[in-house]
């Protein structure tokens, strides 16, 4: 076994596993589940100002939280049959800070092809800093994975921020966030949102974006909904 495939493995082993062994031990306890699941839905899938897939988009989430430490995994798919899975891992320090790691995987490749030419899992570390409205973020892929789309040494970054009503943002990477591979500024635009109440118990997350791409001289304009 090579040390990738052993590191593929192990990680999604501590991913899979981590959250019911961490159940177990608080069966009986009174305190609040710490597992939440969740759904999104939006008119299009946008990310780092790239358009993935076609038409609306269903986004679930399966997370696991216990103080700052955060495992799930989160999901898009959509009619027209784009699919992608990911595991994910991250630790929220008290200060602001927040270190993570995802594997993005796309189910209808072999989920156990970790090879260059035609891998299905591109991995990233990340790092974030927020500091009243101001949020940072540096994005790094360790690997190249074919089927998955990545280089490897792929690089993204972002600076936001969010005021009373509407957040701003300006994104820039290479690798598989440009149409060339050269670094650019590829995500610039402003989201906003509100919460609808539907009933004393229930509420309704609606938010919407406006995303340029510079890069690749695309607008777009999404919204969605959480539950």
């Given at each position: 076994m090579t040390k990738m495939k052993?590191?593929?493995t192990v990680l999604m082993a501590v991913l899979i596993f981590s959250p019911n062994n961490l159940m177990a031990q608080e069966e009986g306890n009174e305190n609040?589940?710490?597992?939440s699941?969740?759904?999104d839905f939006y008119s299009s899938y946008i990310w780092r100002g790239s358009k993935l897939g076609t038409g609306p988009a269903f986004q679930p989430t399966i997370d696991f939280t216990t103080g700052g430490l955060s495992i799930g995994v989160w999901g898009s798919f959509d009619a027209a049959g784009y699919m992608e899975s990911d595991l994910y891992a991250?630790?929220?320090f008290p200060f602001g800070l927040t270190l993570g790691v995802i594997d993005y995987y796309l189910?209808?490749?072999?989920?156990?092809?970790?090879t260059d030419t035609t891998g299905s899992h591109a991995l990233e570390l990340?790092?974030?800093?927020?500091?009243?409205?101001?949020s940072l973020s540096a994005n790094y892929i360790i690997n190249e994975a074919g089927g998955a789309g990545?280089?490897?040494?792929d690089m993204y970054f972002q600076a936001g921020y969010a005021f009373?009503?509407?957040e701003i943002f300006l994104g820039a990477g290479n690798g598989w966030h440009t149409s060339d591979g050269e670094f650019a500024v590829c995500n610039v635009g402003l989201g906003t949102g509100k919460t609808i109440k539907i009933t004393d118990s229930f509420s309704v997350e609606v938010s919407g974006q406006v995303v340029f791409n510079p890069e690749k001289k695309q607008l777009f304009g999404v919204v969605g909904f959480s539950l």
């Open positions: 052993l590191f593929f609040p589940s710490k597992f699941a969740g759904a991250s630790y929220s189910p209808d490749l072999d989920i156990f092809d970790i990340s790092a974030g800093y927020e500091l009243g409205g101001l990545s280089y490897g040494g009373e009503h509407v």
